[in-house]
């Protein structure tokens, strides 16, 4: 004989199903088998998965063990409240520990689709990260040039209108003059970059003895 359910396990149930607590026991009863009856009539003529989960013991050899959680499953049905859940749109019927697979599955698969998300979005910084760091490199040494052309600025002016001049500014001078008057092929191969750039490429060409994108795949 399976054993009846206490008042708080009735209760509980009501509670889950979202119905009043109050009340004896056959009062409890009478209103859970109501709810059920109401639930069965709302999903006639529908398709639903029915999910039945209890715990067996493992009888000796496969066809025990398979008649043994037969019986258990047998003992479920007599015994306990089937529910009825709606997940991701699903109709599902069980016992209450079937009903909880369905929600831990549509979780699951939640965080797969999150986690496919999240690889592409990962991808994504990642080939962003590249192309800065390919930017800095190339702007860390645009900038040492451009350093020694302003530092000749300050050398010339204090040599010019100030009278003063040491060795320090004639050499500042002179790697200023190579900065600014000699060719850098990865920096001037920019110069050719993007809306706005220049379109004379046959002067790149003559000067350098190649194209700016194949100056380009130096700095890589």
């Excluded at 708080?8 to 009478?30: F, H, I, M, N, W």
């Excluded at 001037?188 to 750039?197: K, N, S």
């Amino acid at each position: 004989m399976p054993s009846k359910p206490y008042v708080p396990d009735l209760r509980q149930q009501c509670k889950d199903l979202g119905l009043s607590q109050t009340g004896r026991e056959d009062e409890l009863v009478q209103r859970l088998r109501e709810f059920h009856e109401r639930s069965w009539e709302a999903v006639d003529d529908l398709e639903c998965e029915a999910i039945l989960v209890t715990k067996s013991r493992i009888a000796g050899d496969e066809e025990d063990t398979r008649d043994e959680a037969g019986e258990a499953l047998t003992r479920v049905l007599d015994s306990e409240n089937l529910g009825i859940e709606e997940v991701r749109g699903e109709t599902y019927v069980g016992n209450p520990r079937g009903l909880g697979l369905p929600g831990a599955l549509g979780e699951i698969r939640l965080l797969q689709e999150g986690m496919v998300q999240g690889n592409t979005r990962i991808t994504v910084l990642e080939e962003q990260v590249a192309k800065l760091n390919e930017s800095v490199t190339t702007l860390r040494e645009s900038g040492k040039d451009y350093k020694m052309i302003r530092s000749r600025f300050v050398s010339t002016f204090k040599r010019d209108k100030l009278n003063k001049e040491d060795p320090a500014d004639t050499k500042i001078i002179r790697g200023g003059n190579v900065a600014m008057h000699g060719g850098d092929v990865v920096v001037d191969a920019l110069l050719f970059d993007g809306i706005g750039g220049r379109q004379d490429f046959y002067a790149f060409e003559a000067l350098y003895g190649m194209h700016p994108t194949t100056a380009r795949l130096i700095s890589k």
